[in-house]
């Protein structure tokens, strides 16, 4: 009985810290913002939008096409957990603050990310799409 008992909490604990891998694993890379808060994000190549993660630290950057900002991310044993904190940006003034506005109104609500292939979405907490992303390749 205490065998069974232990191989449970050994699973249990192995699929813990296999899915906060799982989840840091596929976040891991660049990132365009194709749309966001419903607004398709239609930028020229040098002012498109997104957002990179740093796995290894647990950190993120990115361009809103005019502004950059920065911050941390949490994933947590449920592989499709995330949150960004400690957000912060530079200030220039941009001629539209459209969808720049939309990302940081996302980035307080983000809950969960989803994975299909080379898209990513970003979602609240009721698993409404704040966020759809494409990898970009290098």
């Not at 604990?13 to 398709?40: E, F, H, P, R, T």
């Not at 996302?106 to 979602?123: C, G, H, P, R, T």
Request: hydrophobic share 35%.
């Amino acid at each position: 009985m205490k065998n069974i008992i232990l191989s449970i909490v050994l699973g249990v604990m192995c699929m813990s810290c296999c899915s906060n891998k799982y989840a840091a694993a596929n976040l891991s890379g660049d990132w365009k913002i194709d749309k966001v808060l419903d607004i398709q994000v239609n930028a020229s190549e040098e002012e498109t939008p997104y957002i990179s993660f740093q796995t290894e630290e647990s950190r993120f950057y990115g361009t809103t096409g005019c502004n950059s900002f920065f911050g941390e991310f949490n994933t947590s044993d449920n592989k499709n957990e995330i949150s960004l904190t400690n957000v912060g940006s530079t200030k220039k003034l941009c001629e539209d603050m459209t969808v720049e506005d939309a990302i940081f109104s996302a980035f307080i609500k983000v809950a969960s990310v989803n994975y299909d292939n080379e898209k990513m979405q970003l979602k609240d907490e009721s698993g409404n799409v704040l966020m759809e992303l494409s990898s970009i390749k290098k």
